[in-house]
């Protein structure tokens, strides 16, 4: 199982950008997935996530109404929409997946199966 993350750069407050995260060896149609951030310094934290078997997304408050989180199934792509970037959001950018965890495990990062390798989100004020 891989997972691939990417779409990571340097943009200004304001600004968006739109991660992705191509699976392989496992497919995410029906899988929860998610996308977690890791500040320098600071520990890995939950952005958003869809459950599995489900597109009603779960976001953490700071995030709401600036991100969405959307796969498309026939690339076995999941993608995160970030608009009005703030400074804060910079971090290092994972996607995670899995099909066996519970709803009330996805704020949880050690419960996740599957990690891609990260994508540097640099927000500039």
């Known amino acids: 199982v891989q997972l691939q993350a990417s779409g990571g750069g340097l943009v200004q407050a304001g600004d968006s950008l739109k991660l992705s995260c191509a699976a392989s060896g496992f497919a995410l149609r029906r899988a929860a997935v998610a996308w977690f951030r890791q500040a320098p310094g600071k520990e890995r934290e939950f952005v958003i996530a869809?459950?599995?078997?489900?597109?009603?997304?779960l976001y953490e408050d700071s995030v709401k109404g600036r991100f969405t989180i959307s796969r498309d199934n026939t690339e076995n792509t999941v993608y995160l929409q970030m608009n009005s970037l703030k400074p804060e959001d910079s971090a290092v950018y994972y996607c995670?997946?899995?099909?066996?965890?519970?709803?009330?495990?996805?704020?949880?990062?050690?419960?996740?199966?599957?990690w891609g390798q990260g994508t540097l989100v640099t927000v500039s004020s």
């Open positions: 869809f459950p599995r078997n489900n597109n009603k997304a």
């Open positions: 995670a997946a899995s099909s066996t965890i519970i709803f009330s495990s996805l704020r949880t990062s050690s419960m996740w199966s599957y």
